[in-house]
């Protein structure tokens, strides 16, 4: 029986987000995760698992009249598979969707 391979992994985001906004809404996605925070990074622990996500120094973006946040997200994925990351990434996406119109 073949098995699925793991691999180290870093995916980066930049987000229209501030840092209080970010950690706010985090727990959601974590919701049935054991996980620590430091500061501006976050560690998840699940057995041989492990994700650290670090937010860049909060940024402004001016899109013409308006200042928006800006924050840099990297997520270094260790000992997850492919299919893994894409499911968190999918999962993360979806609880920080922002709705526009």
């Known amino acids: 029986m073949a098995t699925a ?4 992994v ?3 985001k930049e987000m229209s987000i501030s840092h209080r906004e970010f950690f706010r809404t985090l ?7 054991r996980y ?4 501006t ?5 699940d ?5 650290t996500i670090t937010l860049a120094p909060e940024a402004k973006r001016q899109v013409g009249a308006i200042e928006l946040p800006s924050t840099r997200v ?10 893994e990351v894409r499911a968190f990434i999918a999962e993360f996406d979806l ?3 922002r709705g526009g119109g």
Not at 36 to 39: E, L, Q, S, T
Not at 41 to 45: F, H, I, M, Q, Y
């Open 5 to 8: 391979k793991t691999h180290s």
């Open 10 to 12: 870093t995916v980066s």
């Open 27 to 33: 727990p959601r996605v974590l919701a049935d995760k």
């Open 36 to 39: 620590r925070r430091n500061g």
């Open 41 to 45: 990074t976050v560690e998840v622990a």
């Open 47 to 51: 057995g041989a698992r492990n994700l």
């Open 74 to 83: 990297e997520f270094l994925f260790d000992g997850h598979t492919a299919p």
């Open 95 to 97: 609880h920080f969707r």
